[in-house]
Structure formats: C-alpha cells, structure tokens
C-alpha cells in the first residue's frame, strides 16, 4: 500500500534522479528529430530552423521557449501527429552581446504552417521581446494557416499583427524570409522595419500563381509575383536581396549594431571612428559624397534597388549611428518621385522612431513631372516625405550639395521643415526653379544670380557655406552639438500622415 501526505494525496515515489532522466529522454527526441529535419532540409540546400538560429545569435547563448508544446487538434490528419515545439521554433539569447527575442519557422513540421499552437508561441515571444524591451526578429518559412485548424490558427494572424504594431517603433522589428511566405501571412512582415530576402529561395504573395491563373486568366511565374528581386526592386516591400542565408544573417547582424535594444534607448556606439581616405569630387555619384562623410566603411544601403534615384542607409560618424538620406543624381538626375518619396519618409521615421540622427545630402532637380506621376498621387504621396521630416524629433542635419530647386528644396530637409544645421557647398544651387528653365535667354539666367546659395544664407536658410572638403568636420561638430537634443511634439491621440 502507498504511503500518504497528510492531504491523503499518495507519496510521490518519483526521485529527482527519474525526472531528469525524463527530461533527458525528451531533449534526446528533440535531438532526434532535428536530424531528421536537417537531412531533408540540406537534401534541399537549406537549413532548418535551429540551424538558422545559430547563425544568428552568439555561440551557446540561445534558451529556447515552448519546446514542449503541442496542437490540440482533433482534425484527421493531425490527431496522431502531435510533434514537440510545433511548427516553430522561439526563444531569447544574443547577438553582438545585446539582447534579442526571435521565432523561425520550421518547414518540415507541417510546412512550417500556422496553427494555434505555433500562432501562441509566436505572440508570447513578441510579448516577451515588448517586456524585454529588445529586438524581436522573425525568421518566415511557411507555407501559410493550418487549414485543418480553421478560424483557430487564423485567428493567430490577427494576434500576431496586433503585436507587431503596439510593437512598432517601440523595439526594432526584423523580418527574413527563407522560403515562402504565403497568405495572411504576408501582413507580418511588412508590419515590421526591415525585411531581409533570399534571392531565388523567398517568395511572398496574398494568392499564389495558381489562384491568379483561375480567378483572372493570367499566367505569372512565383519569381515574377512575389520573388526576392519583384519586392527589391519594384514593389518595395523588402530592404536587402540576400545572395543566401549567410548573406541575410550578415545584413541583419550588421543591421542590428546600428539599432537600439528600444525606443528609450540610444543606439548603441561604435570605436572611435576612423576617418575616410578621402574625399570624393564626382558630383554625380552621391555615394562618394556619402563614403567622404561616413567613418570608415561603415555606410550600410537599405532598399538598394528600390528606386535609386534616392539613397537611404545606415552608418557611423564619429562612432555614433546616424541614418543617411540623399538624393542620387546618377538615376533620374535625382529626381524625386513618388517611390523615393515614399522610401526615403519611411526610412526617416524609422531612424527617428529609434533615436538615430538624419543626415541629408541634397542635389534635386525637384518632383518628377508627368500624368503618370500625378494620377498615381504625387501630391499624397509626395507630401509624405515634408510630413516625414517636419514630424521627426531627433538631429537633422542637411547638406545642399548641387541643385534644391522648388519643392524638392522644400521637403528634403530644409530649415523651413525643422531641421537642426543647414549647410551649403558653394556650388550648391538654391531656389524656386532652375534659372535656365524660369528664364527666356541665358544670360539672363546667369546673371540673375537667382539661386547663389550665399542668398538662402543671409535669409538664415543656410547656415554654413563650406568648403566640399570640409563637409565630414562639420558634420561630426553639428552631431556633438545636436548628441543632447531633447524636443517632442505638442499632445495628441496619434498624427495623420497622409497614408
């Protein structure tokens, strides 16, 4: 006869020792069945999910949540097939030494599809990233929702987007997509700040090929629909094209040094910053103008392929992370559009969300012209970037390095939309339009005198005229200044930015 507790509940007879041998014959099965994964993963030329994993974060630091979780499925198909941790896999550990939660889907349970199961352990990780106050990065290879589990595994979605806006701007969000990501699905990642694609591997679309060949009669390959470079370079949708996983873990490990933990914090500080060799002078490639500036090698490009005539990026002056926009004469003559007014407003408040000054180099020619341009919302789209900039709170610092003619001066960060330093090269050509179009003859033009930037100086528009060569030191003397900028915006529910 067993022996009783007080409570007349039987005497636990189980020792310490069995426990751990049970949890040791659980971490075995674990162990098992990420073999298992991994030989039909790499039959494939992929990895899985914990292999992903420890790419990303530094050596022996990952602790894994939810491992023993299972569906609670009673559907045919499912009702024997309970697998431990589900279809992904979540937990916390570090990269560089900072702090970061994260999820990766496992393709080879179930597809790497959302069920309830999966959907809870994905938003407890987001929950717990939001009480962390650190990054959450989310690594996407799913086929979509469970269908056996119907409105219950849809309903994860839903739950999963809500925590990605209460999240936004609040902890950095990364989203990489290492094979399909289908569906609903789709919507998480773009809720996110940054999204990193494989190219030739990742796809993302609401409906597949088939549906669309079905519903329209239309015939489209899954590269042309929804591939890596569709959303690099035309839709936008993606911030960096990954030659390949090694690739996509690189940007984002990089990407993640120039980020703070949170909102509340600063970025984080490089080494003392090493100075460029030298200067670039060919006015007509924005990126030497960028190299001349930045510390060392550090200048990292987001959204590269997405319309060039505006570069954005991330980088380091004097050790300290500073996000870069400038206008790229090399494309379009640099014109802006309404693509790079969408890409560059969206980076801005991105870099003012986490605390990272802005740092613009300007030399436009102003708005592209055309009915295209307008029908497509020129205006509303346009007025993005302006509300972008006039918005943000952090340093804003801005170099007219060739043309800023009428509204292109405007709304890249001019003095009359907040921002902080102005400088100006003498080259630099300043105001409602350009003389040789606003004139009938040019001599008239020339003589004019009409956009000598020393006149936007003595209105106080500028407040610098600088040597070319000068432009790094003044720019690291402007961020000492503006490094204790404290300025927020008058109270209110939220702003109204024309979406």
Request: include cysteine; proline fraction near 6%.
């Given at each position: ?77 499912l009702v024997h097939d309970r697998p431990f941790g589900d279809s ?283 009915a295209a341009q307008a029908r497509a919302g020129a205006v509303r ?119």
């Amino acid at each position: 006869m067993r022996g009783t507790h007080g409570s007349g509940r039987p005497a636990r007879t189980n020792d310490a020792g069995q426990a751990v041998a049970d949890l040791e014959r659980r971490d075995a099965d674990l162990r098992e069945k990420e073999v298992l994964a991994a030989q039909r993963q790499h039959a494939k030329g992929r990895r899985t999910a914990r292999e992903r994993i420890g790419m990303l974060l530094d050596p022996g630091s990952f602790t894994e949540t939810g491992a023993m979780v299972r569906h609670r499925s009673r559907m045919p198909g499912l009702v024997h097939d309970r697998p431990f941790g589900d279809s992904v896999v979540t937990g916390f550990g570090t990269v560089d030494g900072r702090q970061i939660c994260l999820f990766a889907q496992d393709f080879t349970v179930f597809g790497g599809s959302l069920g309830e199961a999966a959907g809870e352990k994905i938003v407890k990780v987001m929950d717990l990233a939001a009480s962390a106050g650190c990054p959450i990065v989310g690594i996407n290879d799913s086929a979509g929702g469970r269908i056996q589990e119907g409105v219950a595994a849809q309903s994860l979605y839903g739950q999963i987007f809500l925590r990605n806006v209460r999240l936004s701007g609040r902890v950095p969000q990364i989203s990489l997509i290492m094979g399909p990501c289908a569906g609903g699905a789709v919507y998480s990642p773009a809720l996110t700040d940054f999204v990193v694609m494989t190219d030739k591997v990742s796809h993302m679309f609401i409906t597949g090929p088939e549906v669309i060949r079905a519903a329209m009669g239309e015939e489209v390959d899954m590269e042309t629909l929804g591939g890596a470079r569709t959303h690099n370079a035309r839709s936008g949708n993606a911030h960096y094209l990954a030659a390949d996983e090694e690739d996509a873990i690189a940007f984002t490990k990089r990407l993640l040094s120039y980020l703070p933990s949170n909102s509340g914090e600063q970025p984080p500080a490089g080494g003392p910053g090493c100075a460029p060799p030298g200067f670039g002078t060919d006015v007509h490639d924005v990126g030497e103008t960028i190299a001349g500036v930045m510390d060392s090698g550090t200048f990292l490009e987001v959204q590269q392929l997405f319309a060039p005539n505006i570069v954005v990026g991330l980088g380091r002056v004097d050790g300290h992370s500073v996000g870069v926009v400038a206008n790229q004469p090399k494309s379009s003559a640099g014109c802006l559009d309404i693509d790079a007014s969408e890409k560059a407003a969206r980076f801005i408040r991105t870099c003012d969300a986490y605390n990272i000054p802005v740092l613009t180099f300007v030399d436009v020619p102003g708005f592209r012209p055309g009915a295209a341009q307008a029908r497509a919302g020129a205006v509303r789209r346009g007025a993005k970037l302006a509300y972008a900039y006039a918005e943000a709170t952090v340093p804003l610092i801005t170099v007219i390095t060739g043309k800023a003619y009428g509204g292109g001066y405007e709304v890249m960060g001019s003095k009359h939309l907040g921002a902080d330093v102005n400088l100006a090269w003498p080259t630099a050509l300043i105001g409602p339009a350009d003389p040789s179009t606003a004139f009938r003859s040019p001599q008239q033009a020339s003589a004019s005198g009409l956009c000598d930037p020393y006149i936007a100086a003595e209105h106080g528009y500028v407040d610098v005229v600088i040597r070319p060569s000068d432009t790094r030191e003044h720019v690291v003397r402007a961020l000492r200044l503006l490094r204790g900028k404290s300025e927020s915006l008058p109270p209110r529910k939220h702003d109204n930015i024309p979406l």
